[in-house]
């Protein structure tokens, strides 16, 4: 199991920034999907999530309407449109998969992709 | 929204046994995952339903749910088990992913 992200940066406060995560070593169609991030020093925050068939999203109150996850599965990508950053949202992302089961946990994270919200 | 409290940190000496408590209301009722990070590197599940060990991860980790509080247990501590120490639920009435602020576990 392989979880690359990519598209992180600086940015200025009130930009948007797209995350890309590419998934390989697994079927991407059969897992759900998240964005976890981290503050510099801080604890994880779980930003929000998508079904494996992309029908459903939940969203972290923090970054509800600013933040939109979606995926394509004929590439294996997830994906993290960020509009609207505020200096608070400065964490690295983490792409991470949810096992194929009943369990709500998750069992692969990616390496993370750092955004700076910065002027 | 539902929130899971953990202490900041907690000491052990080695060959010890440490224990990290998870706080949450009613917690008992939730499944819980445990995750620990070490310096520079990314999350790993050590429990995942409470008490469920994935493959890899030594019999000297362990977990406990009950009432409002949840308990990794970590047995005959050793140095490499220096690490940050993340509790998780799945709020239901929300349909939220939560982590527990993390716990710093310092091996004397």
């Known amino acids: 199991v392989q979880l690359v992200e990519s598209g992180g940066g600086v940015v200025q406060p009130g930009r948007s920034l797209r995350l890309s995560c590419a998934a390989s070593g697994f079927t991407f169609n059969k897992h759900a999907m998240h964005w976890v991030r981290q503050a510099p020093g801080k604890g994880l925050e779980w930003v929000a999530d998508?079904?494996?068939?992309?029908?459903?999203?939940y969203y972290a109150d923090s970054v509800k309407g600013r933040f939109t996850i979606s995926r394509d599965n004929s590439k294996n990508t997830l994906f993290l449109q960020m509009n609207s950053l505020r200096a608070e949202d400065t964490a690295l992302y983490y792409c991470?998969?949810?096992?194929?089961?009943?369990?709500?946990?998750?069992?692969?994270w990616g390496q993370g992709t750092l955004v700076t919200v910065s002027s | 929204s539902y929130v899971l409290t953990q202490p900041p940190s907690v000491s052990v000496a080695p060959g010890k046994t440490a224990r990290i408590t998870c706080g949450g209301h009613?917690?008992?009722?939730?499944?819980v995952h445990w995750y620990h990070q070490k310096p520079r590197q990314v999350p790993v599940v050590v429990i995942y339903?409470?008490?469920d060990r994935p493959s890899g991860i030594p019999e000297r980790f362990s977990g406990s749910n009950s009432g409002n509080t949840a308990t990794l247990t970590i047995s005959r501590v050793e140095a490499g088990d220096e690490a940050d120490y993340y509790c998780q639920v799945w709020d239901r009435g929300s349909d939220h992913w939560v982590f527990g602020g993390g716990t710093k576990l310092t091996v004397l």
């Open positions: 339903d409470d008490s």
């Open positions: 991470v998969r949810e096992p194929h089961s009943s369990s709500f946990h998750l069992d692969y």
């Open positions: 009613n917690i008992g009722s939730k499944s």
């Open positions: 998508i079904l494996y068939d992309g029908s459903i999203e």
